[in-house]
């Protein structure tokens, strides 16, 4: 330092950057408190000449001086030889959420939290004014998901069952995709909750209740927010068996005393006997048609010829199945046999 002219030099081996630091503080203070301390206050260069390590006292810098963090995520920047770092940034998608100015080896800490999509830059300074830089790409990370099991299954519905972790406070959707081809999902139901924030884990689940009986299905999670799209793997499930489905169709062949009927039976997964109920009186019906077999994965067109009809007569019929799980019967339908058909003599002709 100088004082009347004099230069006196201090070894650097006595005075460490803390102390060198303290001094330019002080000899400011002091400075304010009376100038006529000192003929000359002594500057940055003063210390620098007298000990030589000014230069590292004064640097500054910001380790990583780029990062990418995820929005509602927190990261921590390390600055050397801050010393009561003040922070500034270009943008309000990065704030500071704690600013450590504990002095350990050296370095001050600052942690950032990201707020919004977008690129800022933060800038720090140290005690002497000096400023270092450092960029933050705060991005919406892609979410993840795990598909769960399949519960409370019934012959034509199922709850589907997964979990989502959003990994930001971006609202994140979720659905779970389905279908009876393995990776070729023909229908999507949403999960509930539908929307999803935070970096917890969130169980959702999905009713469905649009399925067939004794049916092989596949379903997968799927997620997707402003960012990316995630899906989970796949699993499979087998829908329970249940009674038959039956369907009444037409009356063809007609004629004064027979009758083809038509139907359609779905066995629904257990071996079904069928058959057609029929008679003059709606309702009644009073006869039965040959038993046909339908096996259990099958869905088969039931086709009966029957016969010794009335002449001229109304007939109502339906279609009838049944398993072990019970009978369907399937809706009322009509037709009527044709009358004797009266021929007129061929007409003599004279000689």
């Known amino acids: 330092?100088?004082?009347?002219?004099?230069?006196?030099?201090?070894?650097a081996e006595k005075l460490t950057p803390e102390g060198s630091q303290l001094l330019v503080e002080t000899a400011a203070c002091l400075k304010l408190v009376d100038k006529a301390l000192f003929q000359t206050i002594p500057t940055i260069e003063d210390l620098k000449a007298a000990t030589g390590m000014l230069e590292k006292l004064g640097e500054i810098k910001v380790v990583p001086t780029r990062l990418s963090i995820?929005?509602?995520?927190?990261?921590?920047v390390h600055v050397i030889n801050s010393?009561?770092?003040?922070?500034?940034?270009?943008?309000?998608?990065?704030?500071t959420v704690d600013n450590i100015s504990d002095f350990e080896r050296g370095t001050d800490r600052i942690v950032i939290k990201g707020v919004g999509p977008g690129s800022s830059t933060v800038t720090v300074f140290n005690v002497l004014g000096?400023?270092?830089?450092?960029?933050?790409?705060?991005?919406?990370?892609?979410?993840?998901?795990?598909?769960?099991?399949?519960?409370?299954?019934?012959?034509?519905?199922?709850?589907?069952?997964?979990?989502?972790?959003?990994?930001?406070?971006?609202?994140?959707?979720?659905?779970?995709?389905?279908?009876?081809?393995?990776?070729?999902?023909?229908?999507?139901?949403?999960?509930?909750?539908?929307?999803?924030?935070?970096t917890g884990d969130t169980p959702v689940t999905a009713e469905i209740s649009d399925l067939k009986p004794a049916t092989t299905y596949h379903y997968r999670i799927a997620?997707?927010?402003?960012?990316?799209?995630?899906?989970?793997?796949?699993?499979?499930?087998?829908?329970?068996?249940?009674?038959?489905?039956?369907?009444?169709?037409?009356?063809?062949?007609?004629?004064?005393?027979?009758?083809?009927?038509?139907?359609?039976?779905?066995?629904?997964?257990?071996?079904t006997t069928a058959w057609f109920d029929y008679g003059t009186v709606s309702g009644a019906y009073g006869s039965q048609s040959d038993k046909i077999?339908?096996?259990?994965?099958?869905?088969?067109?039931?086709?009966v010829e029957i016969k010794g009809l009335l002449l001229g007569a109304t007939y109502y019929y339906r279609i009838a199945a049944e398993n072990t799980l019970g009978k369907s019967e399937g809706s009322e339908e009509s037709f009527k046999t044709k009358p004797i058909e009266t021929v007129s003599p061929t007409p003599t002709v004279a000689p």
């Not at 705060?138 to 519905?157: D, F, Q, W």
């Not at 329970?240 to 139907?263: C, F, M, Q, R, Y």
Request: net charge negative; aromatic share 4%.
């Open 83 to 95: 010393k009561a770092i003040t922070y500034a940034s270009d943008d309000i998608r990065v704030v």
């Open 293 to 303: 077999e339908v096996t259990d994965k099958e869905e088969k067109l039931i086709n």
């Open 1 to 11: 330092m100088t004082q009347n002219g004099a230069i006196t030099t201090i070894s």
């Open 130 to 198: 000096r400023s270092g830089n450092f960029a933050v790409d705060v991005v919406i990370p892609k979410p993840t998901v795990e598909t769960g099991t399949a519960t409370s299954m019934t012959a034509n519905s199922v709850t589907l069952h997964g979990t989502v972790t959003a990994n930001s406070d971006a609202s994140t959707n979720a659905w779970f995709d389905y279908g009876t081809q393995s990776g070729n999902y023909s229908r999507k139901k949403d999960a509930q909750p539908g929307t999803i924030t935070g």
């Open 223 to 271: 997620v997707k927010n402003s960012a990316d799209t995630a899906y989970g793997s796949e699993n499979s499930f087998v829908t329970k068996i249940s009674t038959p489905t039956v369907e009444t169709g037409t009356a063809t062949n007609t004629t004064a005393n027979s009758a083809t009927l038509h139907g359609m039976v779905t066995a629904n997964g257990a071996s």
């Open 70 to 76: 995820s929005v509602g995520g927190t990261h921590t």
